[in-house]
């Protein structure tokens, strides 16, 4: 069951990515200006700053992490094709990039990183075993005193994403769920709301939690 289920993810976003341009997806930033924000706030430039992108896809986010000096850096995502994209756009400076094509549910980190970023793929996480094996995988992934950037819908925002349904939150409902998983794992440091604009012109309304890993 559990198989299929990811079989059926990797299908689906692997259809999202081929049927539309980059420029004509929804979640398209000509410069993740947002996110790169807080990146640097919370984990300047330099050597051990660590970073990876979960749900990273065709991101321009790697671009700029690489610019200002960021590394190691990793991207996670389902889709294969989205992540070849990127490497073809980066071209040599790709090699610089640990890229990971895996379904984060079922995927176990090999290393450590200083911050995790997603920008809307938990919220696709519609089930509790699926949220579990996400929190399990942040857990493992980020190293004590390191932080997690974790953008979802929020509770106002739109109730399907892609075709898919997802969960809105609050900062203190996602807080709630990764604290119910890992408890005392994570600190509630940060959040905020943020509306992005699509590149149809639509405004959908995100909530930013910021966490930081305890150490146990």
Not at 142 to 162: K, L, M, N, W, Y
């Amino acid at each position: 069951m559990v198989e299929r289920q990811q079989a059926a993810r990797v299908r689906h976003w692997r259809d999202v990515y081929s049927a539309r341009e980059e420029g004509a997806l929804s979640w398209f930033e000509a410069r993740p200006q947002v996110s790169l924000d807080l990146i640097e706030h919370y984990l300047p430039p330099g050597e051990g700053a660590a970073v990876i992108d979960v749900g990273g896809g065709t991101s321009r986010l790697v671009d700029a992490l690489l610019e200002r000096g960021y590394g190691p850096i990793a991207v996670l995502d389902i889709a294969g094709a989205a992540l070849a994209s990127a490497q073809r756009r980066l071209g040599p400076d790709a090699d610089a990039v640990t890229w990971i094509a895996a379904d984060i549910t079922g995927w176990q980190p090999s290393r450590q990183w200083a911050l995790w970023h997603d920008r809307a793929v938990f919220h696709f996480l519609t089930e509790e075993r699926e949220r579990a094996a996400y929190v399990a995988a942040m857990v493992a992934a980020i190293r004590p005193g390191g932080r997690a950037i974790v953008a979802t819908f929020a509770e106002d925002g739109p109730e399907t994403c892609s075709g898919l349904p997802v969960c809105r939150y609050t900062p203190a409902s996602l807080f709630a769920k990764v604290d119910r998983t890992a408890p005392g794992a994570f600190r509630l440091i940060e959040g905020r709301r943020h509306v992005h604009v699509t590149p149809k012109g639509n405004r959908q309304n995100f909530q930013i939690t910021v966490l930081q890993r305890e150490r146990q």
